[in-house]
């Protein structure tokens, strides 16, 4: 059973037989590049001396039964799979949903989505996430995010079983196993949940070049039974657990990334299966779970209304040939391989001048020898031995492997000047830069896909959280003026009236597009101020953006308070309410602020009453600021006034 227009007969059974031949299958066509693979894995943490034996059918480590031969291990590939990882995430993605019109309530719309897009990445720890995603992408090439709702994640909530249907409590006391109802079922909200997979664990129909176009996709993780039981029920304690070595499976993988081991790590195989929208064949999708040839979510509908897989696919370098794409982790090895053979046949020769070889004559008998300076060597005969000199190295070997690491630095495009390393003969800094921007310019397709998979993941998600959130949930950002902002929606806040309309094109914005070297960024910035393009005291906050440290200056801005004070104070004003001025405030940050306000979208919104008492409050700052800085004048003035009156006085 090889076509999804099959699973319609006998459904139940036919998807069973889809899911384990199309995971059998494609196991057989990717072993060598799933071993491929987890030899990146193994030589990037210094395994170098690791390789598969086709006969042995396992990873095993590389010995030489000669004692005296020197294995080395000089690990360039780390460094070069750090240094792309360290670039990829210095850029910080920006999240921006465009409204689905021009509508004003379809503006309001999109930057409410837009603040609950950057609360969800923060609760899900985006962050953390993006390192170990971006990691399995630098060294197996490619990754997934997968993004959907789980029920058992968010706030608690506790019900009555006396105001619940009878239907209801008996589904939960079967999934709990047990008999008697309490009086209080306490349940989590739901919420939603980003999870990064190991292409290790992913099968996909290997018949399209990019996964959005793939119209289904299986998930096979190994599950422990504890797992299995809290979060699909008791029914499903006596599952099967299997020990099969050969699937690829993650984390089956880290068995082979100990050289040697065959320790059998236990589990239940899960297989997670989606169908996206098919018009004719599945309007509505599929789903289903499958754990040990056994249902655990029997074959239904698409559980998410957007009907798509809910994954999103990066790649590090595209190609037209592989739907997982490659990696320079891949490309460098074989290069990491002859340059640790040459290290150690240099190391060799060295051992062996140190401690010659001798000539010994049969005549001679029996020759006692030391390496104790100034010791005597004691033999009979009359031909003495004598050390063999063996030929020098010749030059052109330490030469080759100075090429050996050229060649990886110029397949990897990091160069000295990348590792922070003087290129020979460059003593201009502006040819220095133009060197680090021609190696960080080849990470400019990874950027662009990179954003491209986070702006998919961005839209999954809010697809995701308009459907699943019934009640209010609460969320707090830094606001748009540094302020600690808290605020709450619903699902239906973040859709139209009508409801039709793309609400969730989501575009992200991460400056990948410029030099990514903070020197680089710095003569930009001083470039595009001396063509009056920037202007210091009027585009701060975008150079800062520009320079990568807009963060940076957030986290230690003296004036947060003062910027926070004024937010609400602006919320209180066009609420209709009052706020008095008062001295010794920071009169310059209200300004400002209430400046931007100004020139905001916001702005726009508000009635002609509502802008006047927003300006007599700038107005009231402003005469505040002048007064206090007159104030010492006139004191000086007051004061030498009455020095002199004194003075005429004394006179008198």
């Known amino acids: 059973?090889?076509?999804?227009?099959?699973?319609?007969?006998?459904?139940?059974?036919?998807?069973?037989?889809?899911?384990?031949?199309?995971?059998?299958?494609?196991?057989?066509?990717?072993?060598?590049?799933?071993?491929?693979?987890?030899?990146?894995?193994?030589?990037?943490?210094?395994?170098?001396?690791?390789?598969?034996?086709?006969?042995?059918?396992?990873?095993?480590?590389?010995?030489?039964?000669?004692?005296?031969?020197?294995?080395?291990?000089?690990?360039?590939?780390?460094?070069?799979?750090?240094?792309?990882?360290?670039?990829?995430?210095?850029?910080?993605?920006?999240?921006?949903?465009?409204?689905?019109?021009?509508?004003?309530?379809?503006?309001?719309?999109?930057?409410?989505?837009?603040?609950?897009?950057?609360?969800?990445?923060?609760?899900?720890?985006?962050?953390?996430?993006?390192?170990?995603?971006?990691?399995?992408?630098?060294?197996?090439?490619?990754?997934?995010?997968?993004?959907?709702?789980?029920?058992?994640?968010?706030?608690?909530?506790?019900?009555?079983?006396?105001?619940?249907?009878?239907?209801?409590?008996?589904?939960?006391l079967e999934f709990l196993g047990l008999e008697v109802a309490p009086d209080i079922i306490t349940e989590q909200q739901g919420d939603i949940y980003l999870d990064v997979v190991s292409p290790f664990n992913i099968t996909v129909d290997e018949s399209v070049s990019v996964f959005e176009d793939a119209d289904w996709v299986i998930e096979t993780q190994l599950r422990t039974k504890d797992f299995i039981v809290s979060k699909y029920g008791n029914k499903f304690k006596n599952l099967k657990e299997t020990e099969d070595f050969d699937l690829f499976v993650y984390p089956y993988v880290q068995n082979y990334m100990e050289v040697g081991s065959r320790m059998p790590r236990k589990g239940v195989l899960v297989h997670e299966f989606f169908v996206r929208k098919i018009s004719k064949m599945f309007p509505k999708g599929l789903h289903a779970v499958i754990a040990s040839d056994q249902f655990i979510i029997p074959p239904q509908d698409n559980p998410f209304d957007h009907g798509e897989l809910p994954y999103s696919h990066f790649v590090e370098?595209?190609?037209?040939?592989?739907?997982?794409?490659?990696?320079?982790?891949?490309?460098?090895?074989?290069?990491?391989?002859?340059?640790?053979?040459?290290?150690?046949?240099?190391?060799?020769?060295?051992?062996?001048?140190?401690?010659?070889?001798?000539?010994?004559?049969?005549?001679?008998?029996?020759?006692?020898?030391?390496?104790?300076?100034?010791?005597?060597?004691?033999?009979?005969?009359?031909?003495?031995?004598?050390?063999?000199?063996?030929?020098?190295?010749?030059?052109?070997?330490?030469?080759?492997?100075?090429?050996?690491?050229?060649?990886?630095?110029?397949?990897?495009?990091?160069?000295?000047?990348?590792?922070?390393?003087?290129?020979?003969?460059?003593?201009?800094?502006?040819?220095?830069?133009?060197?680090?921007?021609?190696?960080?310019?080849?990470?400019?397709?990874?950027?662009?896909?990179?954003?491209?998979s986070l702006a998919r993941a961005g839209r999954l998600a809010l697809q995701t959280i308009i459907q699943f959130t019934d009640g209010k949930r609460h969320a707090e950002i830094e606001g748009e003026y540094n302020e600690h902002e808290i605020f709450s929606y619903t699902g239906e806040d973040l859709v139209g009236k009508s409801k039709q309309g793309n609400y969730w094109k989501v575009r992200v914005k991460t400056f990948g597009r410029q030099a990514l070297s903070r020197s680089g960024r710095e003569q930009i910035v001083r470039t595009l101020i001396e063509l009056q393009l920037l202007h210091p005291a009027?585009?701060?906050?975008?150079?800062?953006?520009?320079?990568?440290?807009?963060?940076?200056?957030?986290?230690?801005?003296?004036?947060?308070?003062?910027?926070?004070?004024?937010?609400?104070?602006?919320?209180?004003?066009?609420?209709?309410?009052?706020?008095?001025?008062?001295?010794?405030?920071?009169?310059?940050?209200?300004?400002?602020?209430?400046?931007?306000?100004?020139?905001?979208?916001?702005?726009?919104?508000?009635?002609?009453?509502?802008?006047?008492?927003?300006?007599?409050?700038w107005a009231m700052h402003n005469q505040q600021m002048v007064a206090e800085q007159l104030y010492p004048q006139i004191q000086a003035a007051q004061f030498a006034q009455s020095t002199m009156g004194v003075e005429n006085a004394g006179r008198r």
């Open 1 to 172: 059973m090889n076509n999804l227009f099959e699973l319609k007969k006998n459904r139940k059974e036919s998807v069973q037989d889809f899911v384990s031949n199309k995971f059998r299958e494609y196991r057989e066509r990717m072993q060598d590049r799933y071993r491929s693979w987890l030899l990146n894995l193994a030589w990037v943490r210094g395994f170098q001396n690791t390789d598969y034996s086709r006969t042995e059918k396992r990873f095993q480590k590389v010995d030489d039964k000669e004692p005296w031969r020197v294995r080395l291990v000089s690990n360039l590939m780390l460094p070069q799979a750090r240094r792309i990882l360290s670039q990829l995430t210095y850029i910080k993605p920006v999240w921006d949903v465009i409204p689905a019109t021009s509508d004003e309530e379809d503006i309001q719309i999109a930057e409410k989505s837009t603040k609950v897009l950057q609360d969800t990445w923060q609760r899900v720890g985006l962050n953390k996430k993006l390192i170990r995603l971006l990691t399995w992408q630098s060294v197996c090439a490619n990754a997934f995010f997968k993004v959907g709702w789980d029920f058992d994640l968010g706030d608690e909530i506790s019900y009555s079983t006396k105001e619940l249907e009878n239907d209801t409590v008996a589904k939960y």
């Open 317 to 452: 370098i595209y190609d037209a040939a592989s739907f997982s794409g490659t990696c320079i982790t891949e490309q460098i090895r074989p290069n990491q391989a002859r340059y640790n053979r040459l290290n150690s046949s240099i190391m060799e020769n060295a051992n062996l001048m140190s401690n010659l070889q001798w000539m010994k004559p049969k005549s001679a008998g029996h020759i006692t020898f030391t390496n104790r300076p100034g010791g005597v060597i004691e033999y009979t005969g009359n031909i003495p031995p004598a050390p063999i000199q063996p030929p020098s190295m010749p030059a052109f070997v330490e030469r080759f492997s100075d090429r050996t690491r050229s060649d990886m630095q110029d397949t990897a495009s990091s160069h000295d000047v990348s590792e922070a390393k003087n290129e020979p003969g460059v003593r201009s800094g502006r040819g220095i830069l133009a060197l680090q921007d021609a190696d960080d310019s080849i990470l400019t397709p990874v950027l662009i896909w990179m954003d491209e």
């Open 538 to 617: 009027i585009d701060k906050e975008l150079i800062l953006h520009l320079l990568g440290t807009a963060d940076l200056i957030s986290i230690y801005d003296k004036n947060s308070m003062d910027r926070t004070r004024q937010w609400k104070e602006i919320k209180t004003l066009v609420e209709g309410g009052r706020v008095q001025v008062y001295p010794g405030q920071n009169h310059v940050v209200h300004l400002e602020n209430i400046k931007k306000f100004i020139s905001s979208a916001h702005w726009d919104r508000l009635n002609e009453q509502q802008k006047q008492t927003v300006i007599q409050h």
